[in-house]
């Protein structure tokens, strides 16, 4: 096997996974009220920014080379109905207006949930102690569809509530929005991970936990079961998140299933190769494309990742 590893001409020939920049989506966390970007301490070069600089932010991911982002909101006013996520002059539907503005060929997508806007910080209406499902998913299809009068590309419901997908589908035909694609969050995990993510969106639960709506890291099967249930309600592309300690599923997926498949590389994965960089103990430009990589290698098509402007110099 040597012979094809003695030189960097050959290796690069016979090379069997490729990654690049058309396989990334970066998040964006857009802060109504803000004056100013706000650092998030637990993601280094990671920040909320304001309303009025989404123009010249996006046009500078767009000159990095990046072609897709994935927008979240994080709202000045919280209520029991979240009602700030379907407010068609909200945060998120502003930033996507502004977002085809600036850069009209960015592929816009857009988080759907509600933790960022409900007083309870849960994914969905919370009733006696429970998010309530069948009400949660009427919201969600709001949510989608208020982003896609915006000028939105892909929804992405991330509440992992049963049937959302069904839902937001059918208010999204029913509004005329039928070329409007859905990426679902379809086997999101009950994750550690996600811990600076909730810094960022200001989003963590007030009570509780969403242990009784996100998948358990002990449960495959069910997680495949998620994934098949999205496809059955009309789907167009599958998410597996967290990814580099589910590169697994992600494989697993790809094997049984033929449509396009994501997988977020989350704050926390992000966080701990940013600590360990610090702290000098890896090189991090070398992790980042070893990760990134390793989730191209499983059977990612599309790679959600705060990775993203960073390693853009080291692929381009």
């Known amino acids: 096997m040597r012979r094809l590893r003695r030189s960097e ?9 490729h990654l690049s920049l058309d396989d990334l989506v970066y998040p964006v966390f857009v802060g ?7 650092v998030i301490e637990s993601m280094p070069g990671i920040r909320r920014i304001p309303p009025q600089m989404v123009h010249d932010e996006m046009q500078e991911i767009r000159a990095d080379g990046i072609s897709a982002v ?16 379907y407010d068609q002059d909200g945060v998120v539907q502003n930033a996507i207006r ?19 806007y409900t007083d309870t910080g849960h994914c969905g209406i919370y009733k006696k ?21 915006a000028g939105v590309d892909v929804v992405s419901p991330s509440a992992m509530m049963d049937g959302q997908v069904a839902a937001i589908r059918e208010h999204l035909d029913k509004g005329g929005y ?7 969050h379809s086997a999101k995990h009950h994750s550690s991970l996600y811990a600076p993510f909730r810094d960022a969106a200001d989003c963590a639960p007030k009570q509780g936990d969403r242990s009784e709506y996100q998948v358990s890291y002990a449960n495959p099967r069910q997680a495949m079961m998620e994934v098949a249930l999205d496809i059955e ?6 998410m597996i998140k967290p990814a580099m300690t ?20 989350v704050s926390g994965e992000y966080a701990l190769v940013h600590a360990a960089h610090a702290q000098g103990m890896i090189d991090k430009n070398a992790v980042m494309l070893e990760v990134l990589g390793s989730i191209k290698r499983a059977g990612a098509d599309i790679i959600i990742t705060y990775f993203a402007r960073e390693v853009s110099g080291l692929l381009r």
Do not use: H, W
């Open 9 to 17: 001409n050959i290796r690069k020939m016979v090379q069997e996974t």
């Open 32 to 38: 109504e009220g803000l004056s100013e970007p706000q």
């Open 70 to 85: 994935m927008l979240f909101g994080i709202p000045k006013v919280k209520d029991g109905l979240g009602s700030a996520a």
């Open 98 to 116: 502004e977002t085809r503005r600036s850069t009209p060929d960015m592929v816009i997508m857009a988080d759907v949930c509600m933790c960022q």
């Open 129 to 149: 102690g429970a998010v309530d499902n069948d009400t949660t998913i009427q919201y969600l299809g709001e949510i989608a569809t208020s982003y896609a009068k």
């Open 178 to 184: 039928t070329n409007v694609a859905i990426m679902a």
């Open 233 to 238: 309600e009309g789907v167009d592309i599958v």
């Open 246 to 265: 589910y590169l697994d599923l992600v494989a697993e997926s790809r094997r049984r299933f033929d449509i396009p498949i994501a997988a977020y590389s």
